[in-house]
């Protein structure tokens, strides 16, 4: 009775350690002040990684493909490629390190991050622009940036001034 007593305490204090850690990650699927500088915190280290991450998509539809994946599927493919290019363990390291779940939850936000960028230019611009002119930046505009919420456009307005340094490299590569 003791022995199984014993292994139902590690159990609970197993489940309970677990529980306590989930809750102790951070919000990384939306883009808030804490998760925007783990971010850039992150950014040296991660990007060898994700250059060989981003180099398995060789054309948009392979990469609009891969995007339309689940995380869980994303995320299963890359960890296969790292490990076929023995870098899974250094991912791993980096994630952990930097507080992420793994690569690819740090490239999903990345991702939300360009696309609130993207955004934040594009409906700035549209109310220094004809009706005609706003017509046809829609059209070129990528749907992933005209689909980015209201409250992704507020934040990166909102963070202007901390996100400058970064705001000004993605206009640069505009």
Not at 79 to 106: C, D, F
Not at 126 to 141: D, I, P, S
Request: aromatic share 8%.
């Amino acid at each position: 009775m003791g022995r199984v007593f014993l292994n139902y305490i590690t159990w609970v204090l197993c489940v309970c350690c677990a529980s306590a850690s989930a809750q102790l990650l951070p919000d990384n699927k939306n883009l808030n002040a804490q998760s925007v500088a783990r971010w850039m915190q992150s950014n040296r280290d991660i990007a060898p990684i994700v250059q060989v991450v981003d180099a398995m998509h060789a054309t948009d539809a392979a990469l609009k493909a891969f995007e339309a994946l689940p995380p869980a599927e994303q995320d299963q493919k890359i960890n296969a490629l790292l490990k076929s290019n023995n870098l899974l363990e250094s991912a791993n390291q980096i994630t952990q390190k930097h507080g992420w779940k793994s690569v690819g939850e740090y490239m999903r936000l990345s991702t939300k991050l360009g696309n609130a960028i993207a955004a934040y230019f594009l409906f700035g611009d549209l109310g220094k622009v004809t009706e005609e002119q706003e017509k046809q930046l829609k059209e070129k505009a990528d749907p992933a940036v005209l689909a980015v919420p209201k409250s992704d456009i507020d934040f990166i307005k909102n963070n202007e001034k901390a996100l400058q340094k970064y705001i000004q490299a993605y206009g640069a590569g505009r």
